[in-house]
């Protein structure tokens, strides 16, 4: 999960996903844009979505949401919450399970 | 043993415009390449292959570059190299693209492998070529970079770059 906190205007599914794109070119250049990154679920209120990525590419997608700085010219940052290979996993704390 | 390994990588330009091989020069060269480096893999690729990035050697006759960088990032530079589309020198762009001959890991194993290249491609001109007076020229080079290796068995034969 990513959360990014805003001020003004919050961007929707297609934004969320264009501003991702713009971070792995930035960095990585086309061959980073090109990595298949996929939005799951993105949620306009609390600006958190899941991500799925080949797990090659990573590296490559944590380094460049961490560096990026702007959305329209606003300051933002992306914070992740979690990373697990299973879906299923980032549904709950798993150390919190009451069996 | 701790050493920086670098590689060398030699490349062939090749232009329709014959005014581009005078205009071929290092430094514009080495920012066509940075350039083509930032496009293909960002900031992140530019800061990798510019460590120990120069062009060591030029022949703009030949068009003949050999561009070194370090060994972990030299597959970035060479998958970067096809999209170097234009020279930009004197504010005239030419374009022209860079034909990967050779990766080595010493500047003497890149040497070896351009007196060989050059002696073929001596030959393929000696078979393609129209006039008589062409003709005379590139049978008396061919016959003294052949002589030379019979006379002299040292570096005699290294001097023989191949000028058209």
Known sequence: RRELPDGGARPNAAQFKQLVVTALRELHGEV??????????????????????????????????TLLGFYQNRRCAFRVLQTSPFLLALSGNSRELVL | MVRFKNRYVLCEVVSEDPRCRQCIEDRALGLAVRDAITRVHGDYGLACCSISFTVKYLNAYTGTVLLRCRKDSYRLLCSALPFVRCLESRAQRYPCFLNTLHV???????????????????????????????RQC?????????????????????????TE
Do not use: H, M
């Open chain 2, 138 to 162: 590139i049978q008396k080079s061919l016959l003294s970079c052949s002589l030379t290796e019979e006379q002299s068995q040292s570096g005699d034969e290294e001097e023989d770059d191949g």
């Open chain 1, 32 to 65: 980073g844009a090109a990595l298949p990154v996929d939005v799951l679920t993105y949620e306009e209120k609390t600006l958190s979505a899941i991500l799925r990525v080949i797990s090659s590419g990573l590296v490559k997608l944590w380094s460049a949401l």
């Open chain 2, 104 to 134: 080595g890991g010493t500047i003497r194993t890149c040497q070896k492998f351009l007196i060989q290249y050059n002696r073929t491609q001596l030959l393929r001109l000696l078979q393609n070529c129209t006039n008589e007076e062409e």
